[in-house]
C-alpha cells in the first residue's frame, strides 16, 4: 500500500495505471474509518483492479460554525485499517494542495441540494461536489463507491454524474450500524454514553415508523409525528429535520410508497447526528 499526499504524482499514477489497462475503483472518505468505510473498500476491492482510497477533511464542505477543526484525524490508525481491505493507494493530500491559492471553482448542482441538509448547512453540498469533481478528475476511477447513510450527498452525486457526463459507475452502499443500531460514524466518536444513549432513538424512530408503515399507516404527517414524540423525548436532542421525502427527487411525500424515505438529522449537545431507511423495507 502506498501514500500519495501530492497532487500531481497521484494523477500520473492513476494515469498510469488506466494506459495499463487497469479498472479503478475509489473510495472517498474524511477519514478516522470505522467498518461503514471499510465496507465501501470491501466491496470497491471486488470491482477494480487497483483500489484507492482518499482521506481529506475537506474545508469547503464545513459552514464556518461547525466541527472542521475538531473533526477526528488519526491517519497511521486510517492506515492500518486500510491496509487490512487491500487498498493499494492512498491519497491524502493537504488542504492547500487542493486548493491552491486563487481556485475560483464551484461545481453547484440545483434541485437536490436545497431540501433537507442544504437547507441546514448552506454551502454544503457546493463543498462536496466540487471536491469529488477534483478527486474524480485526480484518481480517474471507474467506479466510486458511497455510503447511503449521506443519502442525499449520494443522490447529489448520481445527479453530477450524469448531467457532467462523467464515465464513473457510482455504487451506493447499504448503512452500517452499530449491534445496538446506531449508524457508524466518525462523529459518534464525541458523543458521551448518555449523549449516545440518547442518539439510539434515531434508530428507535426509524424502526416504529418503518413497524407503522409496513402496518398500513401511509400518512406521512402522522409518521412524522410519531418519530417527533420518540426523539423529542430525549433531553438533548434538538431536531434539525424529520422528513419522509421521495428517494430520487428528494422532495416531500404526503403520502407512503415505494420511494418513501424517512430521513433525520438531530443534535445530540454538540454533535449532529444523520439517519435514513426506506419506509416500506424491513428495519435491521
Ligand atoms: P465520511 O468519511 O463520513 O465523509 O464518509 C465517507 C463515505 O463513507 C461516504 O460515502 C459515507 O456515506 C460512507 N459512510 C459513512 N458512514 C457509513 C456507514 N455507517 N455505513 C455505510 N457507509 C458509510
Redesign the pocket.
Known amino acids: 500500500m502506498e501514500l500519495i499526499q501530492d497532487v500531481q504524482v497521484l494523477q500520473q499514477r492513476m494515469l498510469d495505471e488506466r494506459a495499463a489497462g487497469k479498472t479503478i475503483s475509489f ?5 478516522f474509518l ?1 467498518q ?2 471499510l ?2 473498500l470491501e466491496e470497491g476491492r471486488r470491482r477494480g483492479d487497483v483500489l484507492v482510497l482518499s482521506i481529506f477533511v475537506n474545508p469547503t464542505q464545513f459552514g464556518p460554525n461547525e466541527d472542521f477543526d475538531n473533526y477526528p484525524r488519526a491517519l497511521q490508525r486510517d492506515m492500518d485499517l486500510a491496509q487490512t481491505t487491500g487498498v493499494d493507494i492512498i491519497f491524502a493530500p493537504d488542504a492547500s494542495a487542493m486548493y491552491p491559492a486563487g481556485s475560483a471553482t464551484l461545481v453547484h448542482v440545483s434541485g437536490l441540494t436545497e431540501n433537507l441538509c442544504g437547507a441546514s448547512r448552506p454551502g454544503h453540498f457546493d463543498g462536496v461536489t466540487t471536491v469529488v469533481n477534483k478527486l474524480f478528475n485526480l484518481v480517474q476511477p471507474h467506479v466510486a463507491l ?5 443519502f442525499q ?2 443522490a447529489v452525486i448520481r445527479k453530477m454524474v450524469v448531467d457532467l457526463n462523467m464515465p464513473i459507475e457510482i455504487v451506493g ?5 452499530e449491534k445496538d443500531g446506531l ?4 462523529r459518534n466518536t464525541y458523543l458521551s454514553d448518555d449523549l449516545r444513549r440518547q442518539g439510539l432513538s434515531l434508530i428507535t424512530a426509524i424502526r416504529t415508523l418503518c413497524r407503522s408503515a409496513l402496518a398500513g399507516e401511509r400518512n406521512t404527517a402522522r409518521l412524522i409525528e410519531q418519530a417527533r414524540e420518540i426523539i423529542s423525548a430525549q433531553p438533548s436532542a434538538q431536531i434539525d429535520y424529520i422528513q419522509i421525502c421521495h428517494d430520487l427527487t428528494l422532495q416531500d411525500m404526503e403520502m407512503v410508497d415505494e420511494h418513501a424515505v424517512v430521513l433525520l438529522a438531530v443534535r445530540f449537545g454538540a454533535t449532529r447526528l444523520i439517519d435514513n431507511h426506506y419506509l416500506l423495507q424491513q428495519p435491521a
Do not use: E, Y
Not at 473510495?27 to 477519514?31: A, E, F, I, N
Not at 449508524?183 to 466518525?186: G, P
Open positions: 473510495v472517498p472518505t474524511m477519514g470505522h461503514g468505510h465496507s465501501l458511497f455510503g447511503m447513510k449521506d450527498q449520494l452502499m447499504p448503512i452500517v450500524r449508524a457508524m460514524s466518525s
